[in-house]
């Protein structure tokens, strides 16, 4: 077992991975949209207060949300049902954009067909192209809806990954690819949460708990810090 599958390992003895604190299992197994819609409430704050918008849309919109609603609905109105998710005016915008791409059929099965039958990288890019959604994004909905091997990268992941030493720079690409490298396509996702859950409880940005810590032994960050 190489390093990254012992880090894996480790974290799995140590966290239960709770359901409830992802905004992924909210969307997993819904349509696109629903999908989509949820990922990008998620960017740049907490899935609770993704969830929390997210179940406010569904309340006035449907559950699954339904685009052709959402498309001519008022803007304010789109503002108020997200603010606990932050960044409100801009994702209002971005969502009442995509519910007019995603209430026409035809565009949904052309972007899944063509989504479906590109390589990831292309994929990427393809989904990028669509109102608000950034690399992360991306790659989340990549893995969740079309099951292509990619590895999304979150501030945790980003952290963990440069106090651990596996790579010396923040670019998202170096940092997935060396995950990807490094763990078996079937680990991809588990690693995601369990590497997510670790650096909500225990690496955290400041005051990390690195006593309690229980990958310290392969951590650059805890050997320097305690003059190993």
Avoid at 24 to 30: A, E
Avoid at 164 to 178: C, M, N, P
Avoid at 194 to 214: N, Q, V
């Amino acid at each position: 077992m190489d390093r990254a599958e012992k880090i894996i390992d480790l974290l799995s003895r140590k966290y239960k991975i709770n359901p409830e604190e992802f905004i992924v299992n909210k969307v997993r197994g819904r349509p696109l949209f629903d999908m989509i819609v949820g990922v990008m409430l998620s960017q740049n704050t907490s899935d609770k207060n993704a969830m929390k918008a997210l179940e406010n849309l569904r309340k006035e919109f449907g559950d699954p949300l339904d685009p052709c609603r959402i498309k001519d609905a008022d803007h304010h109105r789109v503002e108020e049902l997200i603010r606990p998710a932050g960044m409100y005016r801009q994702r209002a915008m971005n969502i009442l954009s995509l519910a007019r791409l995603f209430c026409d059929k035809d565009f949904v099965n052309r972007l899944e067909e063509k989504i479906k039958y590109s390589n990831p990288l292309e994929a990427r890019e393809i989904l990028m192209k669509l109102p608000g959604i950034g690399i992360k994004s991306a790659d989340v909905i990549l893995n969740q809806y079309f099951g292509k091997p990619v590895f999304a990268v979150d501030t945790h992941i980003r952290r963990i990954s440069l106090r651990l030493g596996v790579v010396k720079t923040k670019s998202y690409r170096t940092i997935s690819e060396w995950w990807m490298k490094n763990l078996p396509p079937e680990k991809y996702l588990l690693a995601h949460l369990l590497l997510i859950t670790h650096g909500r409880r225990t690496c955290r940005a400041r005051f990390p708990k690195c006593g309690e810590c229980p990958i310290r032994e392969y951590c650059d960050y805890y050997r320097s810090a305690e003059g190993r």
